[in-house]
């Protein structure tokens, strides 16, 4: 385990064992109320320009740079990571609007569809189609504001051996073993 200025890594196999995180939020340093297993992913930085890949060879070049990501992203698993009440409440925030949007985005398009089929005379009901339409997408900003990975600020390094946290609590860091 290794401490630099704001950064703690872990290895992989520490943070995949169930009882082997602090019982401080790595965020917060507030006592846990709650623990979560997840899995955590690399950052991939891909390699070529994206309008020349896909811009130019469309689908064959969308395939390319997926098969990129795919032999470069590394996965860790997380057993237990400590979550303190203003990690957990944040979460369910930007999770229920993700699903707020995106839920009332789908019965927007989908009602206004119908009765526009089963009613005449309302073209009204084309900018309630495009307004659901876009608000399903939209969804995915507090989807990912609610995520486990910005919330804990860890991911997993390149290689996968180790998971690294940024700027984690006093808290958080007392409890690991190195520095007891």
Do not use: Y
């Amino acid at each position: 385990m290794s401490h630099h200025a704001g950064v703690v890594t872990l290895p992989a196999d520490f943070v995949g064992r169930p009882g082997n995180l602090p019982r401080h939020c790595s965020r917060h340093g507030l006592r846990a109320v709650r623990e979560r297993d997840f899995v955590l992913q690399s950052k991939v930085k891909i390699e070529g320009n994206r309008f020349t890949q896909v811009g130019r060879r469309g689908v064959l070049g969308m395939a390319e740079r997926l098969d990129q990501h795919g032999k470069k992203v590394r996965t860790t698993d997380v057993k237990g990571w400590p979550l303190c009440r203003k990690c957990v409440r944040t979460r369910a925030l930007w999770l229920a609007a993700a699903s707020a949007l995106f839920f009332g985005g789908l019965a927007a398009f989908a009602g206004s569809l119908i009765v526009s089929a089963i009613a005449d005379g309302m073209p009204w009901l084309a900018g309630v189609a495009v307004a659901g339409f876009v608000l399903m997408p939209l969804a995915a900003v507090p989807f990912v504001l609610g995520s486990l990975p910005r919330l804990t600020r860890a991911q997993t390094s390149p290689d996968g051996a180790s998971v690294v946290i940024e700027n984690p609590s006093p808290a958080f860091t007392a409890e690991l073993p190195s520095t007891r």
